[in-house]
């Protein structure tokens, strides 16, 4: 029963988010794109619905189990404490971002998982269709992560439907080319991490593109000095230095993507 609500609000979450930043970046853009809108959502939502077709059905239903599983059995460090439901709610999103912080910053660290990575880094443009486009090995690789993290914190069915709805949420609103007013971004810069700041983070600048790591919250990279604020926006170029012909780029390219050569 839980599986069943459970994709169907992923499902009309991901899509009615999607859909909501889409129109707001086609009324208030940030600036206009590069290349062509159009040929960029055909190949992002086609790895898009690729990914989910063949993984997130799979994986999906292993994290509602785990999750399930942990909470039957009384098993991780949450069910060992005594605590309110919305403590143990906060803890699981703060714990939850904080590993998937260490994750990007591996991915960008270590040779082998930049590889998968690149293909998210590679859009010449950066706008809401950016927030999925994955490559199915860095999701397959995360998806066992994540699994493990849950069975080891303990964390609810609740904790874990609540912290994927944020980060569809945040992810979707920082990577959209929407024009946000610099009063809310400003605040929203304090605790959260704004589309200004993650622009940063997908610049071809290597040394900016290796920060700014944060999903949900701005304050990991705060804290551990990864955070890049002082960049001038409308000087930064989206994608990876190597790959800059939008013809080069098509789905199939992407697929293949981190089997072919190195680059930085
Ligand atoms: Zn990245």
Redesign the pocket.
């Known amino acids: 029963m839980f599986d069943i609500s459970e994709s169907l609000i992923r499902f009309l979450l991901f899509w009615g988010v999607l859909l909501f930043f889409l129109s707001l970046e086609l009324l208030v853009p940030y600036r206009p794109g590069s290349v062509s809108k159009v040929k960029r959502w055909i190949n992002n939502l086609a790895l898009t619905l690729f990914n989910s077709i063949l993984l997130n059905l799979i994986f999906s239903a292993a994290i509602v189990f785990t999750a399930t599983y942990v909470q039957t059995h009384k098993m991780g460090v949450l069910n060992m404490v005594a605590a309110p439901m919305w403590l143990k709610i906060l803890v699981t999103i703060a714990f939850m971002d904080f590993m998937l912080y260490v994750w990007?910053l591996l991915?960008?660290e270590m040779p082998l998982l930049w590889r998968f990575?690149r293909v998210?880094?590679s859009d010449l443009n950066m706008d809401v269709s950016s927030a999925t486009r994955f490559h199915i090995g860095e999701l397959a690789i995360s998806a066992v992560i994540k699994i493990s993290l849950i069975f080891f914190l303990g964390a609810s069915p609740m904790g874990v439907l609540i912290f994927e709805s944020v980060l569809v949420l945040c992810a979707q609103f920082h990577h959209s080319s929407l024009k946000v007013p610099k009063s809310f971004e400003t605040l929203w810069w304090i605790l959260f991490v704004p589309p200004s700041m993650h622009r940063i983070?997908h610049s071809v600048k290597i040394k900016e593109?290796n920060s700014n790591?944060g999903t949900i919250f701005s304050l990991w990279d705060r804290i551990l000095g990864t955070l890049i604020t002082n960049v001038d926006q409308n000087e930064i170029r989206i994608g990876v230095g190597a790959y800059q012909k939008p013809d080069k780029l098509n789905f199939h390219q992407l697929l293949v993507m981190p089997f072919t050569r190195p680059v930085r």
Do not use: T
């Open positions: 990007h991915n960008h990575h998210h880094h983070h593109r790591y």
